[in-house]
């Protein structure tokens, strides 16, 4: 009997986690998937939004600016890559000014500090590459960027060592009411939480009606495509470069990345598969195209990889956090699209919250606030290296060569609280894989050390999620002792 259950491993997740550890509670996370961050939390742009975006007064805009104060003093003590590079949003002639100064105020309402509007001669001293007939934008110099992928591993990791259990490939199939609490029906087994909280992502809306019996939340998820480009042309911008917002949201941006990449994206398209994160030849043209609005030139010979990601949105347009009028103990944190990543800590924080001022806790005396990051021979000196070297020699075999990653690295991303279990989930903690050969040369290795690790046949170790497994089989069987081989026929 656990007193809450979180649904749901993204960045939501992850971070209502770690807040709640901070309490005398017995808590368990269920993520349907092999790892966390597996969904939203995985295919977003990184970026900490200032706040002066969502309508005053929202539940967005609140934790948008209180989030995005959070998260410079969060990536000190988690130990993830954050940095506030500040970000512009770019007027161009024909565009009206009205709507520039809209967002200025909204901002200045929303409570977000610094906010200029300048000129083009300003712009191209901060930005020489905007784009010709670019004559206003609005700087925010709170702006920010982040890896996703670490903010939301290194809640995760935190809020482990605080005591919460993470189930993974237990997907919720079903939740019934028993002795004000609940029974989680799931793939690995029923689970019994007093407290529930719904934490899904754009599946907030199923697990929402099998606990209440109603469909009042509806998502549809938003496809948003994405190019990511080779470190070559990491410095073509500064700033996080947006585009006036329209309906569809904030258009197509330009960004640095925190690793020293350059991206752009992304698209905007209602999918109705909630799987659907498929690129389509169609959408990278557009934003491709789309980017020189903002930009004089997008080097499209640079670019290594693209994705796609989902939006949870909501048809009521704000994010909803709160407890559900027809199931008592029963908390909603659901259509939490952009700025989601923002907001993150905020939420985290206010979820915790809002279930202690339900059901106080005492706050443990023994929690530990503080998490160190998997040491980097990428971002070490010759000195460091030396030494991480002589402390452990398997920083001396470099892995990946792109991201010059080592075998020390993955070994402890495999064996860390939440520790990955298949190549993607330690691309996404030490970034083997994410360079410019996305995987070509050190796919192979790391399959045989996860295959070590985990003590599994590498036949058994996927790329992703369930059914994405990368090897078949042995080409040849093994030979015997008397030097001829076993079976014969290639697999």
């Not at 000190?76 to 890559?81: A, G, I, S």
């Not at 015997?480 to 076993?486: A, F, P, T, W």
Request: with cysteine; proline share 4%.
């Amino acid at each position: 009997m656990y007193d809450v259950a979180i649904i749901g491993g993204g960045v939501i997740g992850c971070s209502i986690a770690r807040y709640l550890s901070m309490y005398d509670r017995k808590v368990v996370l269920l993520e349907r998937c092999t790892d966390i961050c597996e969904g939203t939390s995985k295919a977003n742009s990184g970026i900490v939004h200032g706040g002066y975006d969502a309508p005053n007064g929202t539940m967005k805009a609140l934790m948008n600016v209180k989030g995005s104060l959070m998260m410079e003093e969060l990536s000190k003590q988690l130990d993830f890559h954050y940095r506030k590079n500040g970000s512009l949003v770019l007027k161009r002639e024909d565009q009206d000014e009205a709507a520039l100064i809209k967002l200025y105020d909204r901002g200045i309402k929303n409570g977000v500090e610094g906010l200029r509007i300048i000129d083009r001669d300003e712009i191209l001293d901060m930005e020489p590459a905007v784009a010709e007939g670019v004559d206003k934008a609005l700087y925010v110099p709170s702006g920010a960027i982040v890896d996703p992928f670490m903010l939301t591993c290194a809640m995760a990791e935190n809020a482990a060592v605080n005591g919460v259990e993470f189930r993974r490939e237990a997907e919720v199939r079903d939740i019934r009411e028993e002795n004000s609490g609940y029974i989680l029906v799931t793939s690995a087994g029923d689970i019994r939480a007093k407290y529930v909280i719904n934490a899904a992502g754009v599946y907030a809306d199923r697990i929402h009606a099998m606990a209440c019996r109603r469909d009042d939340i509806s998502i549809k998820p938003v496809r948003g495509e994405y190019c990511l480009f080779d470190k070559e042309v990491g410095g073509y911008v500064k700033h996080t470069l947006f585009q006036l917002p329209s309906e569809k949201g904030k258009g197509v941006l330009v960004t640095p990345t925190v690793h020293g990449n350059l991206m752009v994206g992304p698209t905007s398209d209602t999918a109705d598969d909630k799987e659907g994160v498929n690129t389509t030849r169609e959408g990278l043209a557009s934003i491709l195209e789309t980017a020189l609005s903002s930009v004089a030139d997008v080097p499209k010979g640079r670019i290594i990889t693209s994705f796609a990601g989902l939006r949870a949105k909501e048809k009521g347009g704000d994010f909803i956090i709160g407890f559900a009028p027809d199931a008592e103990n029963f908390i909603d944190v659901a259509g939490i699209e952009s700025p989601g990543l923002s907001a993150a800590p905020a939420i985290g924080e206010y979820v915790a919250k809002l279930l202690n001022d339900r059901d106080p806790a005492d706050l443990k005396s023994d929690f530990i606030a503080e998490r160190s990051g998997i040491p980097s021979m990428n971002l070490a000196s010759d000195e460091e290296r030396n030494s991480l070297i002589a402390e452990d020699p398997a920083y001396a075999n470099i892995i990946c060569r792109c991201e010059l990653v080592s075998e020390a690295e993955i070994l402890q991303a495999i064996r860390r609280p939440v520790g990955a279990r298949t190549v993607d989930a330690v691309k996404r903690r030490v970034r083997a894989g994410m360079g410019r050969c996305q995987g070509g040369f050190c796919q192979p290795k790391v399959v045989d050390i996860l295959s070590r690790e985990l003590s599994l046949d590498p036949v058994n170790i996927l790329k992703a999620d369930r059914g994405s497994g990368i090897l078949k089989g042995l080409n040849k069987e093994p030979w015997r002792e008397d030097g001829r081989q076993e079976g014969g026929d290639d697999i």
